[in-house]
Antibody, heavy 119, light 107 residues
Framework: QVQLQESGPGLVKPSETLSLTCTVSGGSISGYYWSWIRQPPGKGLEWIGSIFYSGTTNYNPSLKSRVIISVDTSKNQFSLRLSSVTAADTAVYYC?????????????WGQGTLVTVSS | DIQMTQSPSSLSASVGDRITITCRAS??????LNWYQQKPGKAPNLLIYAASGLRSGVPSRFSGSGSGTDFTLTISSLQPEDFATYFC?????????FGQGTKVEIK
């Protein structure tokens, strides 16, 4: 059974960089796209971006100037860095898997991690 | 960006009811439409992919239909575990976008 687990600081100061890692277990990172999605408390879902296992990235233009997604196939992990954060970046951050050659569905998700931006 | 609009935003229903949730895209997305269920404090869970494909393990009371700009998610006989929030998502183009969600509550 594929499992995804987000990890990283739960509190980030304004103007600093949010860094999260998603560890994939029970399956290989190869052959899939890997996404980050966030959900502000009580609100809807926002797609941040994705990375193919080979390293090709695709970012939401609304965040593109501040986002870097990277992959480490040797560790079966991928990561998110979001710079210059503000209170508006406070959200539950999810990582998720998209099968290659699929209709783009996100078939496995991590449990999510709440990141609060506050001084 | 493609805007996804769900209706209604919330609904109240009873166990055993048949319910339908609608999702409309601001432009044609062919069949690149997915449905997710989210319960409080949990991650979304994929129910339907490619507009009408039932994910393995998802009960057959869930069904999806539509293509182009108009899509529906139907639950044929609502069960207690189905009370949750449902989101549609388009995967036709980047950036991927989600509907605002439909909360299904107990009447």
């Amino acid at each position: 059974q594929v499992q995804l687990q987000e990890s990283g600081p739960g509190l980030v100061k304004p103007s600093e960089t949010l860094s999260l890692t998603c560890t994939v277990s029970g399956g290989s990172i190869s052959g899939y796209y890997w996404s980050w999605i966030r959900q502000p408390p009580g609100k809807g879902l926002e797609w941040i971006g994705s990375i193919f296992y080979s390293g090709t990235t695709n970012y939401n233009p609304s965040l593109k100037s501040r986002v870097i997604i990277s992959v480490d196939t040797s560790k079966n992990q991928f990561s998110l860095r979001l710079s210059s954060v503000t209170a508006a970046d406070t959200a539950v951050y999810y990582c998720a898997r998209q099968p290659g050659g699929s209709y783009g569905q996100l078939d496995y998700w991590g449990q999510g991690t709440l990141v609060t931006v506050s001084s | 960006d493609i805007q996804m609009t769900q209706s209604p935003s919330s609904l109240s229903a009873s166990v055993g009811d048949r319910i339908t949730i609608t999702c409309r895209a601001s432009q044609s997305i062919s069949s690149y439409l997915n449905w997710y269920q989210q319960k409080p404090g949990k991650a979304p869970n994929l129910l339907i992919y490619a507009a009408s494909g039932l994910r393995s393990g998802v009960p057959s009371r869930f069904s999806g239909s539509g293509s182009g700009t108009d899509f529906t998610l139907t639950i044929s006989s609502l069960q207690p575990e189905d009370f949750a929030t449902y989101f549609c998502q388009q995967s036709y183009s980047s950036p991927r976008t989600f509907g605002q969600g439909t909360k299904v509550e107990i009447k």
